[in-house]
């Protein structure tokens, strides 16, 4: 038999590059002679990940819409059908047996070009509510993998299946690696550890929030490891000379800083809600309001309705000590906390997506 040829189409964000590298993985560890091609949007972060995980990528023109007027919505159309042109090319020449997309810009030229040539297509959708290209792509895809309940409101109840959000392995075992973390990041073994997450880019608000309360945290006696983001770290990095906090652009070893921490202030984003899951720790999640239909505020409300986090809107960031000093002292509620997010874990999701793609592959 021919090895199969894998097409996978994710970007953007890494909310949508790592699900696609973990599947690719997965994929490649049942059938290591299968070829895989990766189409991402040129510019963004996905043409350096994807690389240095070992995989082909090539790039579409193409970008989203914007709220506001500006002068890329005008050009939007242009891109997208240059887009369709270029991914029709691509799956010509690759000849994919199967096209994946895990959402981004260039997935929806990529998915709806395979399906046109009868390609089987399987959507990967991260957030508690589906964005409008997932929504569009549904309607020809084959099967929708999910991660979140109640999603027949947007997709064919035939082709849901719940599978969670893939999430790195090494993330299982953290429990075992706290005082490995502690060793890692050089951190005080009798001091409470605050991690703060704005995503790879980084958040605004976010690191305002944390630059606005060192003062306080210093107080509460809390030491803070700090990731501000690509686009803020020149800004932040002067903090990193304070004693309790160290200052990152990125952190490579984010299951030593998981098993280090005893708190965690987070953004919402599908991936790092699945991660922080299967954590199982305290969680203050301050969720973007500047995505597309407020996913990230439904997807932290789905564990605070569950008693598993506490969501604290950009609106309510003025309340922040308060909520934070009320945590810090309840060994009780972060307790409460984090036993029912870890309740809400799908650590098997790589596998459970890879398993209804080679369904896919054998009835092709």
């Given at each position: 038999m021919?090895?199969?040829?894998?097409?996978?189409?994710?970007?953007?964000?890494?909310?949508?590059i790592y699900?696609?590298?973990?599947i690719?993985?997965?994929?490649k560890?049942?059938?290591?002679?299968?070829?895989?091609?990766?189409?991402?949007?040129?510019?963004?972060?996905?043409?350096?990940?994807?690389?240095?995980?070992?995989?082909?990528?090539?790039?579409?023109?193409?970008?989203?819409?914007?709220?506001?007027?500006?002068?890329d919505?005008?050009?939007f159309?242009?891109?997208?059908?240059?887009?369709?042109?270029?991914?029709?090319?691509?799956?010509?020449?690759?000849k994919?047996?199967i096209?994946?997309?895990?959402?981004?810009?260039?997935?929806?030229?990529?998915?709806?070009?395979?399906?046109?040539?009868?390609?089987?297509?399987?959507?990967?959708?991260?957030?508690?509510?589906?964005?409008?290209?997932?929504?569009?792509?549904?309607?020809?895809?084959?099967k929708?993998?999910?991660?979140?309940?109640?999603l027949?409101?947007?997709?064919?109840?035939?082709?849901?299946v719940?599978?969670?959000?893939?999430v790195?392995?090494?993330?299982?075992?953290?429990?075992?690696?706290?005082?490995?973390?502690?060793?890692?990041?050089q951190?005080?073994?009798?001091?409470?550890?605050?991690?703060?997450?704005?995503?790879?880019?980084?958040?605004?608000?976010?690191?305002?929030?944390?630059?606005?309360?060192?003062?306080?945290?210093?107080?509460?006696?809390?030491?803070?490891?700090w990731?501000?983001?690509?686009?803020?770290?020149?800004?932040?990095?002067?903090?990193?000379?304070?004693?309790?906090?160290q200052?990152?652009?990125?952190i490579?070893?984010?299951?030593?800083?998981?098993?280090?921490?005893?708190?965690?202030?987070?953004?919402?984003?599908?991936?790092?809600?699945?991660?922080?899951?299967?954590?199982?720790?305290?969680?203050?999640?301050?969720?973007?309001?500047?995505?597309?239909?407020?996913?990230?505020?439904?997807?932290?409300?789905?564990?605070?309705?569950?008693?598993?986090?506490?969501?604290?809107?950009?609106?309510?960031?003025?309340?922040?000590?308060?909520?934070?000093e009320?945590?810090?002292?309840?060994?009780?509620?972060?307790?409460?906390?984090?036993?029912?997010?870890?309740?809400?874990?799908?650590?098997?999701?790589?596998?459970?997506?890879?398993?209804?793609?080679?369904?896919?592959?054998?009835?092709?």
């Open positions: 021919k090895p199969y040829n894998i097409l996978i189409s994710g970007g953007g964000t890494g909310g949508h699900p696609a590298i973990a690719a993985n997965e994929i560890l049942r059938y290591p002679d299968a070829n895989f091609l990766f189409v991402g949007a040129k510019d963004r972060m996905e043409m350096e990940k994807v690389p240095k995980a070992g995989y082909e990528i090539q790039g579409l023109w193409i970008s989203g819409i914007q709220r506001k007027l500006t002068l919505n005008f050009s159309p242009f891109k997208f059908i240059h887009s369709l042109w270029r991914a029709s090319k691509i799956i010509k020449k690759f994919p047996d096209a994946i997309g895990t959402g981004g810009f260039a997935s929806g030229p990529t998915l709806i070009m395979a399906n046109r040539k009868g390609i089987p297509t399987l959507i990967q959708e991260q957030n508690s509510f589906p964005g409008i290209t997932n929504k569009l792509l549904s309607k020809k895809a084959n929708v993998c999910v991660a979140y309940d109640h027949e409101r947007f997709f064919s109840l035939d082709k849901i719940k599978t969670g959000n893939p790195r392995q090494d993330l299982l075992l953290i429990h075992s690696k706290t005082d490995d973390g502690k060793v890692f990041f951190l005080t073994k009798i001091k409470k550890t605050i991690l703060v997450l704005g995503g790879s880019l980084g958040a605004r608000k976010i690191n305002q929030l944390i630059e606005s309360n060192l003062e306080f945290f210093k107080k509460q006696g809390v030491q803070i490891i990731q501000c983001g690509q686009l803020y770290f020149e800004e932040y990095k002067k903090y990193d000379a304070l004693e309790n906090v200052v990152h652009e990125f490579n070893r984010m299951d030593l800083a998981y098993a280090a921490s005893d708190i965690i202030i987070s953004r919402a984003g599908a991936s790092s809600v699945s991660e922080l899951c299967i954590v199982g720790k305290p969680v203050i999640f301050i969720p973007s309001p500047n995505v597309a239909e407020d996913h990230q505020t439904k997807n932290a409300k789905s564990i605070a309705d569950q008693h598993g986090a506490v969501l604290l809107k950009e609106s309510d960031l003025e309340t922040f000590p308060i909520v934070f009320t945590l810090i002292k309840d060994k009780g509620k972060q307790e409460h906390l984090a036993e029912n997010i870890k309740e809400l874990a799908l650590p098997g999701a790589t596998t459970a997506i890879v398993n209804e793609i080679e369904k896919l592959l054998r009835t092709k």
